[in-house]
């Protein structure tokens, strides 16, 4: 294999992804190494194969189930936990246990923990399809999706926040 992502891409492609989904994890994946570049004590690899990895579980589901879908694929292929965790919360900037079991999810929180996680799940947030979205029109979409004072809406905020605390200046 030539390419360092090539080993994430067959694992898609094992697992059924379509080439969008496929385009769509590797634009996360690019924007999410080139925020990881400038945070002092990430890992980047760990980032690079969870924005790689993280919506596998679209290859069985587009609802919000694909987190936990995908877990359950990752774990069939062997993959590690760190790369799992990043799966699992990856979705909507962070999913509280009350918004899980209406979502009909299994009943946990779904928050991203390490900076690993945030920076994917952040990444993932402002990517529509393989295009990047500023902070303000991603703000818009999640409010146009959601609602004006979704929790999600203020997470996202947070979470923008966080990590641009971390970013070397």
């Not at 879908?69 to 962070?94: C, F, K």
């Not at 946990?108 to 993932?124: G, I, M, N």
Request: hydrophobic share 45%; glycine share 8%.
């Amino acid at each position: 294999m030539d390419n360092i992502d090539d080993i994430e891409i067959d694992i898609l492609l094992r697992a059924g992804c379509t080439p969008n989904v496929i385009g769509h994890c590797k634009a996360v994946k690019a924007l999410a190494a080139t925020i990881a570049q400038g945070i002092d004590g990430i890992d980047i690899e760990l980032v690079r194969r969870g924005a790689l990895l993280h919506d596998i579980g679209r290859s069985k589901t587009h609802a919000i189930t694909h987190a936990v879908e995908g877990v359950r694929i990752a774990t069939s292929m062997g993959i590690e936990q760190p790369v799992m965790d990043i799966i699992e919360r990856h979705i909507g900037s962070g999913i509280s246990q009350h918004e899980a079991r209406e979502l009909g999810l299994p009943i946990k929180d779904y928050f991203p923990l390490t900076r690993e996680e945030k920076v994917v799940s952040y990444a993932d947030s402002l990517i529509s399809g393989r295009d990047i979205m500023s902070f303000e029109d991603t703000i818009a979409h999640i409010k146009r999706l959601l609602g004006v004072n979704h929790p999600a809406v203020e997470r996202f905020a947070a979470l923008h926040l966080e990590i641009q605390s971390w970013i070397r200046r």
